[in-house]
């Protein structure tokens, strides 16, 4: 049994930054790749960032490189966004996801995860 629980989220003016944290209960999550994604209304769930479950490698979406840093810390769990210089199209619910196979790279499409937190919600404007 896997639970995600996203925290962090808030509202911001532009330029200002935020860190998003993910706890994960149950086994093995060392073994698994994470990655963030988000959602703004009206559009489709995208990419944001991801780590791999041997801590080195992480993946960017175009429009955060630069902005953005994830982490993880396996001993506590836990996986973190650190959200800079925030815009107002970063506006979006915020999901923590656990890849589907346990060893596996990390992926930037949907349907590579199958465990989804409920989101955290990012609001960003003046």
């Known amino acids: 049994q896997v639970n995600l629980v996203e925290s962090g989220g808030g509202s911001v003016q532009p330029g200002g930054s935020l860190r998003l944290s993910c706890l994960s209960t149950g086994p093995s999550f060392s073994d698994y790749a994470m990655a963030w994604f988000r959602q703004a209304p009206r559009l489709e769930r995208e990419f944001v960032a991801a780590?791999?479950?041997?801590?080195?490698?992480?993946a960017y979406a175009d429009s955060v490189k630069g902005r953005f840093t994830v982490s993880r810390d396996n001993t506590k769990n836990t996986m973190h966004l650190e959200m800079n210089a925030l815009e107002p199209n970063d506006t979006a619910v915020y999901y923590c996801a656990r890849r589907s196979n346990r060893w596996g790279p990390y992926s930037r499409h949907v349907e590579g995860y199958n465990y989804w937190g409920q989101g955290t919600q990012v609001t960003v404007s003046s």
């Open positions: 780590i791999a479950w041997r801590g080195g490698g992480t």
